[in-house]
C-alpha cells in the first residue's frame, strides 16, 4: 500500500461515516444520541480535512465540536419532550421537504467542486498552514479578525440578556408580566 | 512512512477503544438467569423511583453554556495567534489584547448579572 | 516529516503505558489514603489489593437498568480510556522518542481532554438513574467552565515553542522550564487538569452526595473500567503536565525517559495527596470562579509570559 | 479456563466490599468496619457483593431492604448480624443468609468466609427475593408506536415520565419526584426524604415520618456512646463519661460528613481517634485533624453561606445544641446543671447559622468536652429528666431530631442537591435518639 492509498481509504472511510452518523441523527429517538451522532459526523468531517492537508482546521473542528455539541444535547434535552424517545417517535417534520432541500442544497455545494477553478500547485508546506494563517491574522484581515470580537460581544451580551432570568436589577419579568390566555385569569391577574 | 503521527495517534485511539470494548464483552462472565424486575432498580437509596429519570432535565446553567459557545470561538484564533507571537511581537501583543479585552467584557457582563449562577 | 513511531510499535507500548499507569495510580492512591487517614501501611496489601478488586470486578455480573441506553453506557468507558491513551501517545520521553508528535498535538490533546466530557455525560445518562444523571449535568458545568481555562493555560506553553508540536514545547525548555517562566502555568494546569480528570476536590460527577454519581449503577467490568479509564487521565494530565511544565525530558544525569517519568510520578503523587486533603468544592460556587478568576489569571500569565518573552 | 481460575482465586482475596445497613443500636458498630482491612464497607448496592444487615430494622423497611439485595451483582451473599427478635419475618425473605451472633471480629471472619465461599463455589449466590424475570413490556400504539396519549404519556417500561412544572426562572420543564432513602449513604440511617427535582436544584422536600418510632416493642437497644445520655436522664452520672461521650459522638458525626465531603481517609483518621479519646494524645489530636481540615479553606468555602437559617428560623432552633450555638444562640441545658457551672462551663457560639458555622462549632465542642471531661474528675451531673446530648436537648419525649425534622422543607427548598446534602450532614440528625426518646415516653406513660 502507498501512502496516497491509505490516505484514499481513510477519506473514504471518514467521508462514508460522516453522512451514515448524519443520516441517524434523523433516525433516533434520542436527544442525547442524536447530538452525539452529530457529533460524531463533525469529527468525521474533520477528519477529511485534516487529510485534505487542512490539519490545523480539521483538529480544531473536531475539538470545538465537543462542547457545541454537549450544550446542544443540554438544551436539546431540556426543551424536547420525551427527550430519551422513551415513546418511540418521528425525528423529522415534513420530511419530503426536507429531503428535497438537503439534496438540492448538497448539489448546489457539491457543483462547487467542478466549477471552481481550484490552483494547479498543491499548498508545499502543509506544515505552515497555521503560521501563515496566524500572519494572515494579525496581517491583512487584522480588520476582520477584530470585527469577530466585536460580534463575538456583541452576540455574548445579547444571549445573556434574553436568556438569563435576573440580573442587577432585579427578576427579569418584572413588569413585562405575560397577558394569561384566559380571559378570567387575566382579570384576576 | 506510511502514516504520519496523525495516523499513529489515530491508531491508538481506535486500538483502545476497540481493547477496551472487548474486555467489557470478554468480562461478562457466563450469564446469570436473566435479572428479575427488582434487580433493575435504579437506585435511590431503596425506594423505587416513580417515574423514569430521563426528563426534560433542567440545566441550570443554560445561560453560562451560551456565554462559552461564545468565547470558546476566541479559542480559535488564539491558537495560530499563539505560534507566530515571538515572529510578529508587539503587534501581535497589542491586537490579541485589544481582542481579549472586547470579549473580556461580555464575561464580567454576564458575571455581573449573576448569569454565571444557577438560575 | 514529524516524528512518529512505527505502527506496530507505538500502538502495544501506548497500551502498556496506559495499563502500568492505572496500577500506579491505584497504589499511589491506596498509599497515601492510608497515610493520611492514620493507618498503617502494609505494603503487600497495597501492592496486591488493586489487582485482587480488579479480578473480582471483572468476575462479577454487570448490572443493568429498567431501560438503559445500553451502547452508551458500553461505549463511555471505552471512549475515556481511548482518550486517555491518545493524551498519553502525544507525551514525548525523548526528542525523537514519542508514539506520535503531530504538527497540531497541542490541539489534539486539548481535543482529548474536551471530549472527556461527552464521555461523562454519556455515561452519566445511559444507565436512566437520576443520581447518575445529576452527575452527568454537573460534569457539563463543570467541565464546560473549565475548557476555556484549561486551553489558556496550556497554550502559553506554546509561545516560547512558536509551535503546536509538543517535541517542540519541550525543546524550548531548553534553558529554562516553564515552571520558571510562568509561575502561575503549573498551579493553574494542576486546578484545571484534575477538574478535566474529575479527581479528588473536582470529582463532581461521581461525587458522594450523588451516591457514586454516573457510576452509581456499575457493576463489575463496567466499574472496573471507569475506575480505570479515569486513572488513566489522570496519568495523561500528570504526563502533560511534566512536560508542558517541567521541562519534559531536561535534566542532568539520567536518560530523558526516566526523567519524564520521575516528573510524572511527582505530579501524580500532588494530584492524588491533593485529593485526599481537599474536600469537594462546590459546583456552582466552581463556575463562578473559573469564568471570573481562573479565566483572568490564564490570560494574565499568557500575556505576562509573552511580554517578558518579548 | 484456566484464566478463569487465575481470577478468581485472585478475587476469593480482594477486600470484601460490603453494604452496611444498620438497624437499631449498631450504626456506630457498622461504621467501624471501615478500619478492617479485610473489609471495604461501599456506599451503593451495585459496588457490593456481600449485604451486612444488623440488629432489629424496622419493618418498614423490609421492601427497601429487599431492593438494596436485588440491586447487588451476581454473585452475592446476606449476612445478618446480631439479628433482634424482630428480625424474622425480614429474616425470612432472603434465601440463604448467614446468621452470625457475636463480636465485631466473628462478624469479620464470618463476611470473609462467606465471600470466599462464593468465589471457590461452595456457596450460591443469594436469588432475587422478587423472583420474575423480564421487564415491563412497552407496547406503543400511535402511527409511529407512541404511547397512549402523546409524546408523554404511557407507562413506558413500566414506569411513567415526569410531567412539566413552572420554575423560579419563568421555564416550564420537568419535575421529577423521588423519594430518597432510606438507605441513601450520606443521608442519617432511616431518613426519608420525598423529594421533587427540577434540573439538580430540591424544589419541594417532606421528610417521613421517623421509623425508629414504632420499631419493634420492647426493643429498646440503645448504642454504646449514646446510652449514657439516657441514664443521664434517669441518674446522675459522671460528667467525664458524659464529656467523652460528646466528644465521642462529634467525632463520629465527623468522620460521616468527611466522607460526604470527599474525605474519606480524613474520616478514617477522625474515626481512629474515637479510640484514644480518654488518653493525653486525644487533644493534639484533635487539632492536628481540624488543622488537616481547615488549612486548605476549601471546606469553609464550600460551605459557607449553605444551609443557613435566616433570623426567623433562628429564633425556632432552641433545643437544637449545637446548630443553634452556630446560630448564634447560648442554648445549652448544661447551663442549668450546677456541676457544669461549678466547672466553669461557659457555651461555645458562633454566629453564622450555615453549614461551615456549625462544622467549626462541632471541632470547637470537641476540645471543649475533652478539656470538661478532663477537669471534671469524679463529679456527677446534678440534673435528672433532662440532658443535653450531643445534638441538643433530650428529654424522655423529644430529642433534638424531631426539632430539626420540621425545619428541613424550610432549609432545603431551592437548593442544589450538593448543597442538600451538606445542609443535612450538618444539622446532625440522629432517627434513632429521638425514636428512642419517643419510645422512653410512652413507656413511662404504660407504667405509670
Redesign the interface.
Known sequence: ?T?AL?ADV?FGAFALGSVITGWRVFHTD?M??AA?FL?ASFAAVG?ML?ILGA??LG??L???M??????M???M????????G?????MVHQHRVAVAAGVSSFLAIASLGFLVDFREDPNVQ??MA??E???E??GDS?LV??T???L??A???G???I??????FGA??EGSEEPALDPEDRAAS | ???GP??VA?AVFIAALVAVLLVERAGEPAAHEAPSPTERVPFAGGLPPQV?A??????RY??M?????????????M??????FL??GG??MV?MA??IA??L???L??W????LEW? | M?PAAPLELAVPLVGIVVVIGVYVVAVLDQAISERVGGGTLRWRRVAFDPLRSAAHLVTQQRRTTE?P?TP?WILAPALLSALAALALAMVPLGPTTVAAD???GF??F??AI??V??AV??HG?SP?SLFALHGA?RF?AQ??SL?IPFLLAMLATTLPAES?SIVDIVQAQESLWNVVRQPLGLPLYLVVGVGASFWGPMNLPDAADLAGGTGVEDSGVARLLWKSARSAMLVAVAAMGATGFLGGWWGPWLPGAVWVILKTLVLLGVLIAAGHLFARVRVEAFVVVAWALLIPLALLNIFVSGAVLL | MVLRRLLTGLAAGAPVPVLPVAGLGTRDALRELRIRAELRPVDVPAAASVLVAAGSIPEEFGDPLTLLHDGMPHPRAVVWWNPGDSAGPLLRRFADPTVVYGSADELVSAVVRVFRDLYSGHGPSSDPVVAGTGRAPWE?VGP????GS?????V??GRP?AEVAPD???LR?DVVPLTVGPFFPQFPPGLRLEATFSGDVVVHCLPLVNPFVDIARGDLTIRPGLDVFFRALFEPVPIAELELARARDHLVWLADALTAHGLPALGLRALRLTHALGGTSAVPGVRRLSRAIEWSQVLRWSTRGVGRFDAAGRTSLGGCGPVARAAGLPDDARMEDAAYRALGFEPIVQDAADAAARWRQRLAEVVQSLALARSAGAQRSKVTGQVESPRGLLTAGSAPASRLLPLLPGLLEGLEWGDAVATIVSLDIDLEEAGLAERLASAQAGTT
Open positions: 500500500m501512502d491509505v481513510l434520542s442525547m444520541r452525539f457529533l477528519g485534516v490539519e490545523f483538529m480544531v473536531i475539538l470545538m465537543a462542547g457545541e455539541m454537549l450544550v444535547a443540554i438544551v434535552v431540556m426543551f424536547m419532550m420525551n427527550p430519551a422513551l415513546n418511540p417517535m418521528w502543509p506544515e497555521t503560521v494563517l496566524g500572519i491574522l494579525l487584522m479578525f477584530q469577530a470580537g466585536v463575538l460581544l452576540t455574548m451580551i444571549a445573556v440578556a436568556a438569563s432570568s435576573r440580573g442587577r427579569a419579568e | 512512512m506510511l502514516v496523525l495516523g489515530l423514569h430521563w426528563n426534560r432535565y433542567h440545566a443554560y445561560v453554556a451560551l456565554v462559552f459557545l461564545v468565547f470558546d470561538m476566541e479559542m480559535v484564533y491558537y495560530p495567534w499563539a505560534v507566530v515572529r510578529e503587534i501581535a491586537e485589544m481582542f472586547i470579549l467584557l461580555g464575561v457582563y454576564a455581573r448579572e449573576r448569569s438560575s | 514529524r431501560r441506553d452508551g503531530p504538527e497540531t490541539v489534539v486539548s481535543a474536551a471530549f466530557m461527552i455525560y454519556l445518562w436512566n449535568y457539563g467541565a464546560l475548557q503546536l | 406503543g409511529y408506536g407512541q404511547g402523546g409524546m408523554t404519556g404511557g413506558p417500561y415520565m423560579r426562572d419563568g420543564l
